[in-house]
Every structure is written in structure tokens, then in C-alpha cells.
């Protein structure tokens, strides 16, 4: 009976046992690389992998590669700098700050994973330009990617990559590049300077004991990482028939580009995707199961997903990125360990029991902000009403509650009060309430209100995001969270200068005074 088309072919052990024989042969000593061959674009490209160790040691920045910053001058045969090209490389400058977040993330993180790097091949006689490799009008004669075929269609085969032939450069991946160069340092050396991003000196150090200790890896997987294999794409330098500049330019246009689509994930996006941040977890655990914000046939989107702010016009109350805010400014004081060690590193995953305590103490802040009389309204109402400020079109509220920034502010305030303070959350609440229900969010954009000229730029008559840590310590304030006197005085000194606008300071009565006449609001 005759196969299909779509029955796999089945491979003897006789049939493996040539393979492995043939391999052996020609992939030894990491001359020859089992390649794949690809074109896209009139790009002909090779994909294969190789270990982090020997893309460490042999693969070069892209930045030091002469056919994108050095134009020879056939005529003169001297070097000359192109600026364009050295304008290309520059604009993304290797930032050297990155590297020991990087490092960290590969040793500590057992699931981790770095994207195929983009790799160009280029010979020596490339740069030089009285080389018999180029002919009499400066066209190559061949391509810098020796590429032998093992089967009919040229599809499959074998790249030479040996060092006394080619010279190879991230085209992109560089900071990945640097990432693995400095797991294969910390590893020979014990440690790895943390650098500025200019890599300029520090003395500040990651070791191999922060790595096991902080992050309780073993040493017997820290010795393996460097046999783990890392996808990679080789591309020419130089392509048969091309003159110098035909490739440099080509060369340098493909260098632009993937940096140009290689657009970062937004912060809500992250927000979205991150399953090592737990408060990102929480977040987007509460964002699809609490009434206040859950999805609901009858009713519009409470939660925008994307972006990191709320259109005028839009129907939603908050942002996921502000509800991954919310939590983080909420819940750091009882998990302060969720954070990363350092900066720039990356946070490890909470433990699933530590998750369902936190969903479950951010689930009950948002029970109690849902019967805030403000948020009651919604029952009745979309949120526009209450997000706009009184002189836009139709009017508005100009709630605090309902923009990002003044959920954020009050979150912090409520998580300094409960979890540094000792506050009982219901204690709070009935405060907020009446507050809330004599309009304390409301009417920011009026002299009378305490968020202005904290939350509400006057002069711009916008939304003043800079002013979200003053508001925080209001709101601990007026919920009695401070009674050392320097500190009240200090923030009532603040909110003055808050409320000054050209040299002259508004009260709450919409006059202008003095500074030291604007004093603080009565504690609720």
C-alpha cells in the first residue's frame, strides 16, 4: 500500500547511524554548522544553533564591524568614515546597565529563554579592497557564506563558521551577546562588575554566591549553562556580484530595520504577559474577576487592557498597567520581597499560597472601594461624567477616582495605612465614605479642592501626574497616618507650593495669600 504524502518517513537505526557518522565527520570542532537555508526579501540567510560558549567567544558586536563603519576608497585606497553608517550604529548604543540583569535572568531563571540571534559572515578580503576576490569593475566574486549543500534542493547543509575563515557579528542581539559574554565571566571569574551604561568602572559586583544564595540555583546547573544552545541566523556580509558599497549599504539597511520593528512591549502589555511579577499577577487576577472591573455582557469594558492612560471619552475606569501599579504601591509593604534584589533584575515568582493571600487582601480593597459612593454611581452612570473636568464639553465631576493617577495615589495611601501603619481597613473606609460623599474626590479642578494644583495643573488645566506622591501623603495625612509635627509641617510646606502659581499661592477659598496662610485640610 502506498504512503501519502502526509505519513511521516520513518528513519531506520541504520539510516541514524549513517547520519550520526556523517555529522561526526564534518561537524566536529565547530568548523561546519548544520544550517537550514531561508530568503526573504532577496536576503538568503542560514538558520542553525550554536552553544551560549561558543556564541560567546566568536561572535563579535556589531558596532566593530568595518563594513558599517569604515568606506574604502578605491582610489586613494585610504579608510574612509562614512557617517551615515556611524550615525546607524550609534543611535543603539550597547547599554552596558543591562548586562547584569541579563546575566542574572540566565543563571537564576531555569525557564529562560533568549530569541535566535541575526548574524552576519564576513571574510578578511572584504576589507581589503586590492584583494582578488573582488574583479576589475569591484564586484565580489563569491559570498562570504561558504555554504555546501546535502540534498537536492540546496535547502539543507553545512555553513563553514571556523575561525580561520570568517568573522561573525550580532547584527541584532548584541545586548543578548552581551548578556551570555558575561554569564561565560561570572563563571570563569566568580564574579561580574555591574556597569554604567557607558561601562564605565564600578565596584560594585554580581558573584557566583549572590547567584546561588539569593536565588538558590545549584552549582552543577550554573556549570551546564554554558553547553545550552542558542538559535541563530547567519546572513553574508558581502553577496556574490555586490560591489562594497552595494553591501554595506544592504547590510546596514538590514540593521536598521530589525531594530526599527522591534518594538518594546508596553508597560500594559507586560502587564498582560509577566508571570514572574507577582503583583502583575495579582492585578490581572482581580482586573477579570472582581464585579467592580470584570467583564459583563450588560455593561461596557471597565478595564483597558493596552494602553497606559484613559481617553476623555472612553468608557472605562482604570488601566490594567495602573491596576499592576495599584497592586505593587498596595501590597509592597507586606511583600517587599516580591521586588527584584536590585534594580533592573528580574522578580522571582511568588509561591502560589503567598499569590492567593495577596488576590485575596487586593480583592478585599476593591470590595471596599466599590461601595465608595463615587464608584456606586456607575451603577447608574459611565465614566466619563465623572473622569472630565467641569469646563469640558457637557461637564464633569472631576473625580480623582475615576483617573489612574488618584487610584494610584490612594492605593499607596492605603497600603501605607493597613500593612505599615497598623490601620483596620474597615476603620478607613467609613472615613473615605464621608469624605467621598461631601465630595472630597470630586472637583478638582476647582480652588476649593485639596487636589488642586496636586492631581490638576492649573495653568495646562490637565491631569498633573508629578503630583502623585504628594497626593499620596495627603490622603495618609487626612486619615490620620501622620502626627509627627516637622512631617506635617513639611507636607503642608509642599501642598503651598503645590497651590503657588507665578509667585502667587491660592487657599482653598480661591484667594491669594501668602504661603505660610495655606494650611492643611481637618483629619477625617
Request: hydrophobic share 40%; net charge neutral.
Amino acid at each position: 500500500m502506498k504512503k501519502s504524502a502526509s505519513e511521516p518517513v520513518a528513519v531506520t537505526s541504520q539510516d541514524k547511524k549513517k547520519f550520526s557518522s556523517l555529522f561526526a565527520k564534518y561537524l566536529g570542532e565547530n568548523q561546519q554548522l548544520l544550517v537550514q537555508k531561508t530568503e526573504m526579501g532577496g536576503t538568503e540567510a542560514y538558520v542553525g544553533s550554536v552553544t551560549l560558549e561558543w556564541f560567546a567567544s566568536q561572535v563579535r558586536f556589531a558596532s566593530f564591524l568595518p563594513l558599517l563603519r569604515n568606506k574604502y576608497n578605491p582610489d586613494t585606497d585610504n579608510i574612509e568614515i562614512d557617517a551615515s553608517s556611524i550615525d546607524d550604529i550609534q543611535q543603539r548604543p550597547l547599554d552596558w546597565s543591562r548586562q547584569a540583569p541579563l546575566v542574572q535572568y540566565l543563571a537564576a531563571r531555569k525557564n529562560h529563554k533568549f530569541p535566535a540571534i541575526l548574524a552576519v559572515i564576513s571574510q578578511p578580503w572584504v576589507d581589503d579592497s586590492k584583494s582578488t576576490e573582488w574583479d576589475s569593475e569591484g564586484r565580489a566574486k563569491k559570498s562570504t557564506t561558504d555554504f555546501t549543500s546535502l540534498d537536492d534542493d540546496g535547502k539543507l547543509g553545512l555553513l563553514d563558521i571556523s575561525e580561520e575563515n570568517v568573522t561573525i557579528y550580532a547584527l541584532d542581539g548584541q545586548h543578548r551577546l552581551m548578556a551570555v559574554q558575561g554569564l561565560m565571566e561570572i563563571l570563569e571569574n566568580g564574579k561580574l562588575p555591574r556597569y554604567k551604561k557607558d561601562k564605565g568602572a564600578s565596584n560594585n559586583f554580581i558573584t557566583i554566591t549572590d547567584l546561588i544564595e539569593k536565588y538558590q540555583v545549584e552549582a552543577d546547573y550554573l556549570e551546564q549553562l554554558p553547553q545550552e544552545k542558542i538559535g541563530i541566523e547567519f546572513i553574508c556580509a558581502v553577496a556574490e556580484g555586490e560591489t562594497r558599497e552595494e553591501a554595506r549599504r544592504r547590510v546596514r539597511s538590514i540593521f536598521v530595520h530589525v531594530n526599527l520593528m522591534a518594538v518594546p512591549l508596553s508597560k500594559g502589555q507586560l502587564a498582560q504577559l509577566n508571570e514572574d511579577d507577582g503583583f502583575s499577577i495579582v492585578a490581572r487576577k482581580i482586573a477579570v474577576s472582581h464585579p467592580l472591573l470584570e467583564q459583563r455582557d450588560n455593561r461596557k469594558p471597565r478595564v483597558n487592557w493596552n494602553s497606559a492612560t484613559v481617553a476623555a471619552k472612553s468608557t472605562v475606569l482604570t488601566t490594567l498597567q495602573a491596576l499592576k501599579e495599584m497592586s505593587e504601591r498596595y501590597l509592597e509593604h507586606k511583600y517587599p520581597h516580591w521586588k527584584p534584589l536590585d534594580k533592573g533584575l528580574i522578580p522571582m515568582r511568588p509561591e502560589d499560597e503567598e499569590l492567593e493571600s495577596a488576590t485575596e487582601d487586593f480583592y478585599e480593597l476593591f470590595d471596599n472601594l466599590a461601595i465608595l459612593p463615587s464608584y456606586k454611581l456607575l451603577e447608574h452612570e459611565d465614566t466619563p461624567m465623572f473622569r472630565k473636568f467641569s469646563f469640558e464639553k457637557d461637564g464633569g465631576e472631576g473625580n480623582i477616582l475615576f483617573r489612574p493617577v488618584g487610584q494610584m495615589a490612594l492605593a499607596k495611601a492605603l497600603g501605607i495605612l493597613i500593612f505599615q501603619k497598623g490601620f483596620s481597613i474597615n476603620e478607613i473606609f467609613e472615613k473615605l465614605r464621608k469624605f467621598d460623599s461631601k465630595g472630597g474626590f470630586s472637583g478638582m479642578d476647582f480652588p476649593k479642592s485639596l487636589w488642586y494644583g496636586v492631581l490638576y495643573d492649573a495653568n495646562r488645566k490637565r491631569i498633573l501626574v508629578a503630583g502623585k506622591e504628594l497626593a499620596t501623603r495627603l490622603l495618609v495625612y487626612i486619615l490620620g497616618g501622620i502626627e509627627d509635627k516637622i512631617e506635617r509641617a513639611e507636607l503642608r510646606k509642599d501642598l503651598a507650593k503645590a497651590r503657588t502659581f507665578e509667585d502667587k499661592t491660592l487657599d482653598f477659598k480661591g484667594k491669594f495669600v501668602e504661603p505660610k496662610k495655606v494650611g492643611l485640610p481637618n483629619v477625617l
